[in-house]
Nanobody
Framework: VQLQASGGGLVQAGGSLKLSCGAS????????LAWFRQTPGKEREFVAS????????FYGDSVKGRFLISRGDASNPIYLTMNSLKPEDTAVYFC??????????????????WGRGTQVTVSS
């Protein structure tokens, strides 16, 4: 599967953005899809994920209650709706996918397929 994150941009603190994860290839046998984010000099941080067959969702502590991961169609399998944005949410956001079931759905190491990221900048 090939992935491409889009929808990033510049927004004021307190605002909202919705990111899309475009996909091509096999999305029918996926085990999980996720959003991660990264700022320069830091490790990639887990944001949210979804277990594909059960639609169970998981969130990183820093975004719980503000962000929502949702399912779409085969060409855009997941979205990330970000509300009450804070300057510390500024990062490049990536979507990722995996077919295998080993490891937790919040671990960056368990994802095999990554798309190009989209920049989200939150001004104070």
């Amino acid at each position: 599967v090939q992935l491409q994150a889009s929808g990033g941009g510049l927004v004021q603190a307190g605002g909202s953005l919705k990111l899309s994860c475009g996909a091509s290839g096999n999305t029918f046998n996926l085990y999980g899809l996720a959003w991660f984010r990264q700022t320069p000099g830091k490790e990639r941080e887990f944001v949210a994920s979804i277990h594909w067959s059960t639609s169970t969702v998981f969130y990183g502590d820093s975004v719980k209650g503000r962000f929502l991961i949702s399912r779409g169609d085969a060409s855009n399998p997941i979205y990330l709706t970000m509300n009450s944005l804070k300057p510390e949410d500024t990062a490049v956001y990536f979507c990722a996918a995996r077919y295998g079931g080993r490891g937790s759905l919040d671990s960056v190491q368990t994802y095999t397929y990554w798309g190009r990221g989209t920049q989200v900048t939150v001004s104070s």
